[in-house]
């Protein structure tokens, strides 16, 4: 494992879902959130290549370079909610997702369906 990674891993997490800035765009409605997950993604975080499994129970699981942390995901209102137990320190941080190319947007982070 690269040294400072966990760390800058756990930076990227909190903003991800963080206040961040606003996205360009209509976010997704509760029913196309609804629609995306569960499922299974990739998403670029801070150049990091992550794959994450979002199961119908709420579990997510996220795997990077040889590391996983697990967590919760729901979605609330028009906003997709994220808590991840050591990458995020457990706190749960919501954040508006639109579409933009195939790709999705959230605060610092964007992703894919697999």
Known sequence: MRTGFRPAIAGAMLMI???GTAL?????SPREL???FPGDFQAVVQNYN???S????????GKVLGS???????????KLCISLESW???RTNCSPVIEQAGWYEGSGVKFRKL
């Open 50 to 52: 992550v794959r994450f």
């Open 68 to 78: 996983s942390d697990q967590g919760r995901w729901s979605v609330r209102g028009s």
């Open 24 to 28: 360009a765009g209509e976010p997704l």
């Open 54 to 61: 979002a199961k119908t129970d709420g579990t997510l699981v």
């Open 88 to 90: 995020m320190k457990g």
């Open 34 to 36: 609804t629609r995306l």
């Open 17 to 19: 879902f963080g206040l």
